[in-house]
Every structure is written in structure tokens, then in C-alpha cells.
């Protein structure tokens, strides 16, 4: 398949995950005609690290949903009762998502009740999702940002580093931290949340 830009790359906002201590990632979308011969307009999204290192964002989510596949994580979270072509069933983990580095990846997961999925629609369950990507295989959306909720419990991943789902100790104060040879990323109660904070 032949694909031409029709315009820049242009960014949709500065809350990126971090790519490097201290600086973050930014979105960035570009339009593009689907070949030479049609009319059809698709759309890319990728994202741009300062340093100019780049990264398909739709890439990023496939890549940790097959991380999650390959662990089993996956197989062990509820099917909804959607069934996406080529896919098979949909499956929504009792779990938040979030992306908060994407060089390594790390996408930290906050245990969440959805409730109920029987005759329940996809916005009833998990929202709009203002903020995030997603995996066709998961009705779960994946935030992206250095900020989370509060919560008593987190895990984390990487397909990156080879890290399966894995908890990270929290402290009684909201506290917490993930620390691997590549990366390290603090955890801190602040006004919205949890602040994510990368140091290495």
C-alpha cells in the first residue's frame, strides 16, 4: 500500500508519557491519502521525544496488549460479549491503564470495578477516553500522561524490559516506586492524583 502525506505532523497536546528524565513525549498526528489512486483519507499517530526519537502510538498499545498475551494475562480478563473482526472476543481487565514512559514503554495498572458487563454499553463501561489510545482486543482504553489516580494498589508492565504484570509496594501514604536498570519512575500524592515522576 502506497501512502501520501497530506500534511505536517502536528501535535495534539503536551501530557505525553515520559521519554527521558525530565521530558516527555508528545502526540502528534499527520493525514495521508490511503494510496495514490483513492480519495480516502486515513491518519497517523506517533510519538516524538525531544531528542527526535519517534514511536507509532497505536504500535505502543499493540505491543503491551501482546505483552499481555504472551504472559497470560490476558486470557485470565472477562470477555465482554463484543467480538471484533479478526480479533475474537473483547475483553475488559479490571484494571485502568496508563502509559507513563514510552522509551522504555512502562504502563502502570490500577485495579478498577467496572461493575456488571451483560447489556451494559462500551461508554457505560469505560467512558470516552479523553487522553488515550487503545487495542481492539481490549475495551480497556490506555491513558497516557505522568499523572494518575490515587490508589492503594498498583502494578506495572513493560514489554520493553520482558516485565510481566507486577506490583509495585505503596506505601500508607500514597507512595510508590518502579525501579529496573533502564528506568525509574517515583510515584507521589499530589492535587490530581498521583504525580509520576521519572529520575532515570
Known amino acids: 500500500m502506497v501512502t501520501r502525506p497530506l500534511a505536517e505532523w502536528q501535535p495534539l497536546g503536551k501530557s505525553g508519557p515520559w521519554s ?30 525531544p531528542d527526535g526519537r519517534t514511536a507509532d502510538a497505536w504500535k505502543a498499545c499493540e505491543r503491551l496488549v ?39 514503554d512502562v504502563a502502570l495498572l490500577i485495579p478498577h470495578d467496572y461493575g456488571p458487563i451483560a447489556r451494559r454499553s ?17 475495551m480497556n482504553h490506555i491513558y497516557y500522561g505522568t499523572t494518575v489516580p490515587a490508589t492503594q494498589r498498583v502494578f506495572w ?15 500508607a501514604d500514597g507512595r510508590f516506586s518502579v525501579s529496573h536498570a533502564k528506568i525509574e519512575l517515583l510515584g507521589q ?11 532515570r
Open 20 to 49: 527521558s528524565p525530565d521530558q516527555r513525549a508528545v502526540l502528534e498526528t499527520r493525514d495521508y491519502h490511503v494510496s495514490r489512486m483513492a480519495t480516502v483519507q486515513g491518519h497517523d499517530e506517533r510519538w516524538r521525544a
Open 189 to 199: 500524592p499530589g492535587e490530581e492524583g498521583i504525580s509520576i515522576t521519572r529520575l
Open 66 to 104: 501482546d505483552w499481555l498475551a504472551r504472559t497470560g494475562e490476558l486470557q485470565r480478563w472477562p470477555e465482554t460479549g463484543a467480538h471484533v473482526h479478526k480479533v475474537g472476543a473483547q475483553r475488559l481487565g479490571p484494571y485502568r491503564i496508563y502509559l507513563v514512559s514510552i522509551f522504555p
Open 157 to 171: 508492565i513493560s514489554s520493553d524490559l520482558g516485565i510481566p504484570l507486577t506490583p509495585a509496594g505503596i506505601s
Open 122 to 138: 462500551i461508554f457505560d463501561l469505560v467512558g470516552s477516553g479523553e487522553n488515550a489510545l487503545g487495542d481492539r482486543r481490549i
